[in-house]
């Protein structure tokens, strides 16, 4: 691994704007780095993912993937920042940090004696509503005959998550006649009675065992400041540790929006994503290679995690899976993003040990 070149790299691909639905120009720039480091076999599925063989032997082959997808639109300013301790800026860490490390690990494992393939995969569709798309494909791609699933993130390193946290999404649509704010005074507005439903959503008591939120991300409509709107559209998220208090919320959920009182207007709640529970125990081997990696590479500190990324779908089938990080950071999903420089020699030598590692759960050295 050369870090100034991981750096550099890093920042080409933070530069390049890859919003949700919106991957394949850095889809793009990474086939065409691999193909300069000389790998020969590229591949990219129906929906965007991209697909880099680095061959070894018999064993089954191992996924290692990072999303390219960040929470950014794509006309947001990308501008970074590098001083001698940070790289700052929009998805510098999530996940351009890691997609930059599956050009490193393709020339390093080249050097290997491995034991299967490793397939570097970047994958589309992580963020947002998404909904894991992308993974998903890979998994009916791959399904159970791979040694194992290891996801990269930016900004997580110490962080091994192994147990996926459920997630579902819903979008709430509220129509009205609308009109003009004075000459049509009174009549009902699809955001006054929004605002309304979005208060009681707050109001909705969250458990605290086990641990459960609710957040509202986006709230849109109205045609100008002096209409009266006819359409306003608020989106939710709701997670829980526990699929059980999940479903609770949604009944809640439905159970508010079904009661609201409305004389001339129009409620309608739809699920706009799901993201799946699952889990690998703490004393799996593949966690268990995952820790000592961190503890060889000098990371002093470990946490087993729950977490909603890509490895939920996997976990959920009941395929070996980690998720793991790469740097330590902050400010994710915010303009002010930021990964630190020093630790990301020890998060690339963990990942690289436990690819190394993952191959001997099926018995074989590599």
Known sequence: MNLDRWIE????????????????ERAEFLRSKFEELGVTQLAQDDIGNLYAQIPGENAPPLIVSAHLDTVFAEHTDLTHRRTRSRLTGPGVGDNSVA?????????????LRLAGDVWLVANVGEEGLGNLRGMREVVARFGEKVTAYVILEGMALGHIYHRALPVRRYRITLRAEGGHSWIHAGRTSAIHKLIGVGGQLLDLQLPSSPRTTLNIGRIEGGRSINSIADLAILELDMRS?????????DKRLRRLVKD????????????????P????PADHPLVLAALSSLEKSGEREAYLEFGSTDASVPLNRGFPAVCVGITKGGEAHTVREYIEIRPMRRGYSAVLDLIEAAFSLNGRSS
Do not use: C, K, W, Y
Request: charge should be negative.
């Open 9 to 24: 790299r890093t920042l080409e691909i933070q530069s390049i704007p890859a919003p949700t639905f919106g991957e394949a």
């Open 241 to 249: 540790e526990s699929e059980t208090a999940l479903n609770e919320m």
């Open 277 to 280: 529970g699952g889990e690998l």
């Open 99 to 111: 997609l930059a490390a599956l050009l490193e690990l393709s020339e390093d494992l080249r050097a």
């Open 260 to 275: 609201v009182h409305l004389t001339d207007a129009e409620i309608e709640l739809t699920q706009v994503g799901s993201r």
